[in-house]
């Protein structure tokens, strides 16, 4: 595999290192063109005029995604991840969304979603993975991040539309697959008041992945070890791993919450398959195209 580039034109990336930790500042020039939205936020009452927004607003998401990154459409792997997929997401919380799983041809490991039940993996993600029960951790981690109803997504949508119309960010902002989260709802989101913490949303997501997990016959501890590997300075991965930690970035905090609700799972008297054969049948196409390159 060879490193992956970060492309900078209109979407500007300020790297700050502290010691072994690093942050990341993003700044746009768009963001001044709703700045006058930013001091009021009024929560979104009627469900259905909810839905339609969140649909309308992943499906342009999507769009811009699908134009930008080839979608990797080997049968046999999608097939698989749709089955996987399907188990979780019929244990979630919200049926009102219609969960679809996207596999994105890109080496880096990364994993995001869109509002109305879009998931997404990067082929990079499954040569990372070691079996089902990661896979599905994965997945759950995304899923459980759709749970929350963000009252600001009628603000959001505007916000976006208004991106889209001037053409701000198309191509430059997708050049970086991390800026997918960024479009899809930080940097969107950015532009109106915050209702929740990105670290709140973040260990909300990762107690509904566990208990989903378990709710689907999962063994909840293939999303510790996946996360745990994510978080290895010496990762041979570490360079493909930097956008996902960026979205999903990992602390003493985090897993101390995550330790706290593993404990208190209904794990009494229960045995899980790891799902490794299952696993490497599954991925064996692409693994193999990786050792071809």
């Known amino acids: 595999m060879s490193p992956p580039r970060v492309h900078l034109i209109l979407v500007k990336l300020k790297i700050e290192s502290n010691g072994m930790k690093r942050g990341i500042a993003i700044t746009l020039s768009v963001l001044l063109l709703a700045s006058g939205c930013a001091h009021h936020s009024r929560s979104v009452t009627d469900s259905s005029r909810y839905s339609t927004v969140e649909t309308e607003l992943g499906e342009a998401i999507h769009r811009q995604i699908l134009q930008t990154i080839p979608v990797y459409e080997e049968e046999k792997l999608n097939h698989y991840v749709q089955a996987i997929g399907k188990r979780l997401a019929e244990v979630a919380e919200r049926k009102d969304l219609a969960y679809r799983f996207v596999i994105l ?14 998931v997404y993996l990067t082929t990079g993600f499954f040569k990372f993975l070691k079996n089902e029960i990661e896979l599905a951790g994965a997945l759950a981690e995304e899923i459980g991040f759709l749970q929350y109803k963000d009252p600001r997504l009628s603000k959001m949508k505007k916000a976006f539309n208004t991106l889209v119309q001037t053409g701000s960010y198309v191509g430059p902002a997708f050049g970086s697959i991390g800026a997918l989260s960024v479009l899809g709802l930080a940097l969107v989101g950015s532009l109106v ?36 590997r994510t978080a290895d300075q010496n990762s041979s991965f570490r360079a493909y791993l930097y956008d996902y930690l960026q979205a999903h970035p990992v602390s003493e905090e985090r897993f101390d919450r995550l330790e706290k609700v593993f ?24 693994r193999q195209a990786a050792v071809r390159k």
């Open 105 to 118: 041809q890109d080496d880096r490991v990364y994993a995001t979603h869109a509002p109305g039940g879009y």
């Open 263 to 286: 404990g208190e799972l209904p794990l009494t008297n229960r045995s899980f398959d790891a799902g490794r054969d299952a696993y490497l049948a599954a991925t064996a196409t692409l």
């Open 193 to 228: 008041n915050h209702q929740k913490s990105d670290s709140a949303r973040l260990y909300e997501a990762d107690a509904h992945a566990l208990q989903s997990l378990v709710q689907s016959g999962y063994d909840p501890q293939g999303l510790i070890n996946l996360l745990h």
